[in-house]
């Protein structure tokens, strides 16, 4: 059984640029959350994508944004970085939607500079 | 107030004693309830779901309390391997929210 996989694992941008993560579910999950989480903090919740529909999202601005593809595999896109967005940003799958346990990949740390 | 709530610890308790957390909610909308665990610069791993009847794993014990809207995490025995953070999680249909978690360090 192949978990969750996430790249790239470290980037670093610059304020205003575009970033672009990637996020490969695990085998026979068909539902993908992705998080920010900063230090010291819990992950907090982005938006969740269920048979690649967006299927519910965190108090985050609109230039966040993501995609779920047919394999069920993800993207999640950050547009005009800001430096706050320094975080690292998991990844999680599940079978069957939110109220189903997450399975995490380790994770891309995004640095802003 | 927070969604989800909890003590930020650290708690710093002896090899073999037992150790409880809390973890407060305010939504009482239809919802699911689990434990993570964290290791420091690790990922969230599922520890244990929450069921509304009580749920045990091994040293592990997760309570769910509807009309006082909390969960809790009690670990018998605690073990060198138990340090981390814990994390409880609230979750409905479109929405997840993770604690900020309590960290636990358990000492020789």
């Known amino acids: 059984e192949t978990g969750v996989t996430q790249s790239p694992t470290h980037l670093i941008k610059t304020r205003g640029q575009q970033v672009t993560l990637r996020c490969s579910s695990q085998?026979?999950?068909?539902?993908v959350s992705w998080y920010q989480q900063a230090l010291g903090q819990g992950p907090q919740f982005i938006f969740q994508?269920?048979?690649?529909?967006?299927?519910g999202r965190g108090n985050f601005p609109p230039r966040f944004s993501g995609l779920q593809f047919p394999n069920y595999s993800s993207e999640l896109n950050v547009n005009a970085l800001e430096l706050d967005d320094s975080a690292l940003y998991l990844c999680a799958s599940s079978s069957g939607g939110p109220d189903q346990p997450q399975h995490f990949g380790d994770g891309t740390r995004l640095s802003i500079l | 107030r927070k969604e989800v709530e909890q003590d930020p610890g650290p708690f710093n308790v002896p090899e073999g004693a037992t150790v409880a957390f809390n973890c407060t909610y305010s939504?009482?909308?239809?919802?699911?309830f689990f434990w993570y665990r964290q290791d420091c610069r690790k990922e969230p791993k599922l520890l244990m779901s929450v069921y509304s009847s009580g749920n045990e794993d091994g040293r592990f014990t997760a309570q769910l309390n509807r009309a006082s809207q909390y969960i809790s995490l009690l670990i018998r025995d605690s073990k060198l391997s138990d340090s981390a953070t814990y994390l409880c999680?609230?979750?409905?249909?479109?929405?997840?929210?993770f604690g900020s978690g309590t960290r636990l360090s358990i000492r020789p």
């Open positions: 994508y269920y048979r690649e529909e967006e299927n």
């Open positions: 939504n009482s909308a239809s919802q699911s």
């Open positions: 085998s026979g999950h068909n539902t």
């Open positions: 999680v609230w979750s409905s249909a479109s929405k997840i929210i």
